[in-house]
């Protein structure tokens, strides 16, 4: 057991405040032998990068990560490969205003951790949210670089689909606009929309929610490890751990509630070497906690951020009570940070699952099987 | 790792398959000293009991517990009580009739996990569902009555809030309803309208989904183990591992994505001892994914049965195509019995993460802090 | 973490008491697809099995192990094999004498755990050492058969190779004769000596320790985690967690420290496909934690039984002085019947070692590399 | 599961390769509010650090570590204490002399890990022997240092008790001497003796072995986590993991294989509040795997170094063969500098089992019990 680490044949520990030294990670059972550099990683941290546009915090973080040790050089090719021992990635803070966050020093800011932190371990790191800031996702994102490059067949995409009460129109969903407006949205109209509705978020000092979903195609069927290592429950867990998710759901989710039996289930036909086409799915590529092969679909409600600019009711650490506004730097939607960051989560899930798979089944089993 | 465990210092391995000689569990980490006879588990298994009623499955099972290790008499009191070694639980099976699927041997049942354990294992106990089978939940809700055992102050329940379309009606909520319908529904004018649509849906060989809600009342603040081992997120791993199961929220759960921050955020005054009195619980008691000492709030949906008389197209395992009815005793909505399974798991995380808190934390710090 | 389970691909749980109804094991992350009996574990069983003659505990336990779970008929063959689930094993007790205890209910006899066991946990199960009896070691055993399954070409042999003072000729080692005498031992010589020497003992009302070699060979170059899953690092973890073991030792173990640079380093030449001989194995096939090709050799120390007849000074759980001496029915020299237990425990460690290899490396890189 | 991580609620992962830039940990579950400044593990480090005196390497590593993390200002007292959230400890390589490796980057060196690390990975970092460098041990000091803030009331030291052959007499043995000569040697006499006969060695291009002895005082009765998680086990995985360590012993250790259940049993008189007065300690502190409020005694025997000057014969990693002398800067008896390194993984253990015990059987039973 680790409470800051995930994962297990590939395993992520990580570490580090949001205004102390430095954050980072230690990946660990990385097989041998993958090409990395640290532009395999950077590449992502951009994508999650702050200060990027309007719609961001404005702290400036370059979120440079240098890798520390676990690759080397390969003695065939020259290049630069995985050794099989641990990955230590460093990503060191160099845009901190610890004096921000003097005035909340003693103050619990409502919808935040500062209460529980102290209410639990007695003394925290204010600054900027210490251990609780959402800056501790940037070593997420880096864990999962190298989980892509485990799993380099899987493509795994994420979008944001929701944000306040507007949800995108799925029939205009394009994944080249994903890059193309500061929200990761695949509807162009609706990034357009979001553009004029967040910037009045953003002015009434306020913030608002949002929903991703994420997407991973090509895994193929079998990835999983039931009863408790579900595929479904890992991710679960993982996107559940991100700052400010509140919910989860899979294919469709809380919308089966209202489905009857035979809506939801996906039916099949035969497709090449016998395997099964599956003519819907309901099902979000996952059944039994193992996944199908069909497109594995998760989706993930993200709170609006807790850090606004109106005035709020609190106590502080002495149990008096005061009124608060959050001023610092802070995201008016924390929900489009989060999709490289779901994606993430969601490539250190399926690496790990292909390893357990592995080391259990296999090259696995031939299907379908002889007559 | 263990595929078929679950927790830490709590933790529980399951084993057993629906038509096997018997299902159960070793539950490690107990405390000693814990007063435990089988009565205190069986009285949970009674309720999740299949049988009971027409709008379950007609298998008859006793669900007859044995406590096989791990307890011992008091030498004080001579009561029998949990000794701190494994507590190993016995259920046989009595009540197969494996006949029932000689049908379905080779062929995949859509919506359920047939294909899948194929795929992955290249072999599976294709009888009642094998180890995928809902019956796999009596284990844990005989893991959930030790649980609670540790955490006897805390109060856990369950409710299904939604069948089909049809939602209840929050204001009418009686948590003395639950047990007084078959459906544990908090409002009685629900619970009447559901057992005639449930009527509708089973004599049509159909299934329908539900949402199930768990409260955990009187959790201190403090449990939770962030980053990786947060309340919220070890809830949603349990949750989803549950079979059937497709979404799982976190109070206010994907509708905080519509909520502007000043709603979302649970403002705080002074109450006792300086504690902070919430004046509202859109968190749903976990804040940073540790508790706040407000109400445990999760929701889960369920969905539709798989098994369903209304005939359905697949294939087989050689990739033959047919067409599939499957017979048997099924539940029209398996969301029903979710209840007690879903009250058990939120036991076990709340035990685990109680432990957990105790080893690394130890009885707490004081709080308010001396000024 | 679980304090009863071991291994992490391959896990085993165990639980049960020495006089409660029965113990047992949960052997979870087996491959499927591995024909599995209950004869194939039988067989292992009835080596360790109590009571075969007058050097061993006259308790009379059939150890008769049921498989309640984890196994089915192969679709192909009609033969019974693992499907990948958790396997269940159950040895029913059958011959307490727990009446013999009640004379020791409150007392604490020196060399066991009644103390300790106190001391922790404040209440135990004092009959025939509940949790702490060496009757737990047959669920090891029991598991160790699985795991064989696994690694089906390494050949895992041990033999006793010291009993009290009396070292084996090691000159005159044959595997052949280890079945034949009641001591595992492999010198038919030193058999003789001990029959003489141990029915000294047994009638003195004494005990001795002894000496146990495991011997695993035909285990290919690379298996084992550095650094914190090292193979000799999970040996000595497994053979020390056998009851009344107090030292592991791998290759030349404590030898090494007498040894120069130069005579302890294996030499190596070339062979097969590049593949190294090596000139010696003091290394006893295991270097930086990851086996070599060469035999995997490990040692263990076994106390003498503490339960002996010969009176000895001790305290009850009320803090007063008493003169204890140990009825029941218990082995003279404990060490014998580890031999198996030794067996098992390596070849659990070995198989979870191929599976996670397998998992993080896959089938392995090519080698030599081409040039 | 993590292959480079070790301990359950007090968890450490090392991370870092002899020659890259940097080596460190991140320690998890260390309890808050404990204080730690970078001097209170420094002190550490520099016991185990290089290049002191000539019978270490004379790598020159001043091994200056940093916090990176989990730690903050005592909003009482204005020191600097633990957080509870994860601590990363950094340490950079500063004296890499990557050169003198060229020789042996494709050759396997005898008794190293060189052969094996390829056969496992296919690739790895020779430099230094990269990832199974003894330099790693300095991440577990570091840890170590953490690890007695949390049993501060535990005592541990160790000592070189044996040198090739050479034993010291014990009943020379006195505390004081441990640190004022370069072998960590209790025995003053001892000590002048190795001084000339390691020179011998170091002259002759050759090394030796040693045995080391650790005692940890004051820990209570009542650690560890029976049947796989036992004290001693744990104990032993820990000292076995270390850099070139081929036996563990446990008070007695093999000896106990010599003795008679009567000799080896610690007999029990009466002492303050009825607590046990053992009148021996052949159990070395642990009984059952649990600690029995005597001193804590583990050996381990160390190998001599393989990087010797003398040729050996070898083969490369094409399958040439060849004959090898190791240049470089290297310990002549890599046992003494592991004097502080077995302290630190004995107190980390004891550390995680503190934690798990307070988890599991909180402040504990009252003893003796209420009669």
């Known amino acids: ?9 590939f395993r992520v520990t990580t570490f580090g405040e949001s205004h ?23 590449i992502f941290l951009d994508r999650r990068r702050p ?10 973080e370059a979120d440079k990560v240098k890798i520390l040790s676990g690759v080397f050089e390969d003695a065939q090719t020259g290049g630069q490969v995985t ?41 925290r790191d204010y600054r900027g949210g210490g251990r609780s800031s959402a800056r501790e996702t940037a070593s997420r994102v880096a864990a999962g670089a190298v989980a892509r490059k485990i799993i380099a067949s899987v493509k795994i995409r994420g979008a944001l689909v929701q944000m306040g009460p507007h949800k995108i129109d799925r029939a205009h969903w394009d994944w080249e606009e994903v890059d193309k407006n500061p929200f990761f949205c695949p509807d162009a109209a609706a990034a357009r929309f979001f553009e004029t509705y967040l910037d009045g978020v953003r002015k009434a000092g306020s913030s608002i929610g949002a929903v991703i979903e994420i997407v991973a195609e090509n895994a193929p069927a079998g990835w999983g490890a039931p009863i408790y290592g579900k595929l479904d429950s890992e991710i679960a867990a993982a996107l559940m751990s991100i700052n400010a998710v ?22 099949m036909r035969s497709g090449n070497e016998g395997k099964p086409i599956f003519l819907s799915n309901h099902a979000g ?27 709020r009711q609190s106590i502080d650490r002495f149990g008096r009570e005061s009124e608060i506004v959050t001023k610092g730097r802070h995201d008016p939607c924390v929900g489009i940070r989060a999709v490289p960051v779901g994606e993430a989560m969601v490539a250190c899930v399926l690496a790990d ?19």
């Open 1 to 9: 057991m680790s409470h800051n680490s995930f994962g297990h044949l």
């Open 20 to 42: 102390g030294p430095a954050i980072g990670c230690v990946v660990d059972g990385c097989p041998p032998g993958l090409p990395l550099v640290e532009d395999d990683i950077q």
């Open 51 to 60: 200060g990027q546009n309007r719609f961001m915090t404005q702290r400036q």
């Open 83 to 123: 050794t099989g021992t641990p990955i230590a990635l460093l990503i060191e803070n160099t845009d901190q205003r610890s004096k921000d966050y003097e005035a909340i020093k003693d103050v619990y800011r409502p919808g935040h951790a500062d209460y529980v932190y102290d209410a639990k371990y007695g003394v």
């Open 246 to 267: 509140k919910g989860v759901e899979i294919g469709e989710g809380f919308a089966a509630a209202e489905l009857s039996g035979e809506d939801n289930a996906d039916e």
């Open 285 to 311: 590529g996952v059944l039994g906690g193992i996944s199908t092969g069909q497109p594995i679909v998760a989706r993930f409600a993200v709170k609006p951020t807790s850090s606004i600019l109106k005035p």
């Open 353 to 371: 699952q292909f390893l357990r798979h592995r080391g259990q089944v296999g090259s696995g089993p031939a299907w379908p099987f002889p007559a």
